[in-house]
């Protein structure tokens, strides 16, 4: 059973950088046809697909956040790692790692993944 565990600071002030980290038990993030995707929730709204980083290490980025977000891996800890730069308060979102099967690129819900975190709060606030 792959499990997902993000951590990274729960508080983040206006104009610095959000860096988070997927860590992956129960699997390989370099198994063939594995997507590591990474998905926010803003308080009231729906899940937001930010990006994703494939078995073999390409990434796709969401067109609104491509300039912002660095998605990266390090294989030897198995893990998979979110940046976003310049953040604001719209940024302030309970951020998830997820597995999926295929790249999915878009509107999202929770059913399109195999495998999710628990998820992490991220409030941006000076």
């Known amino acids: 059973q792959v499990q997902l565990q993000e951590s990274g600071p729960g508080l983040v002030k206006p104009s610095q950088t959000l860096s988070l980290t997927c860590t992956v038990s129960g699997g390989s993030i370099t198994t063939v046809y594995y997507y590591w995707n990474w998905i926010r929730q803003p308080p009231g709204k729906e899940l937001e697909w930010m990006g994703a980083i494939t078995y073999v290490g390409s990434t796709y980025y969401s067109p609104s956040l491509k300039s912002r977000t660095s998605i990266a891996r390090d294989t030897s800890k198995n893990q998979c790692t979110l940046q976003l730069v310049s953040v604001t308060p719209e940024d302030t979102a309970v951020y998830y790692c997820?597995?999926?099967?295929?790249?999915?690129?878009?509107?999202?819900?929770?059913?399109?993944?195999?495998?999710w975190g628990q998820g992490t709060q991220v409030t941006v606030s000076s």
């Open positions: 997820a597995e999926s099967k295929s790249l999915i690129i878009g509107p999202t819900t929770k059913n399109l993944y195999d495998y």
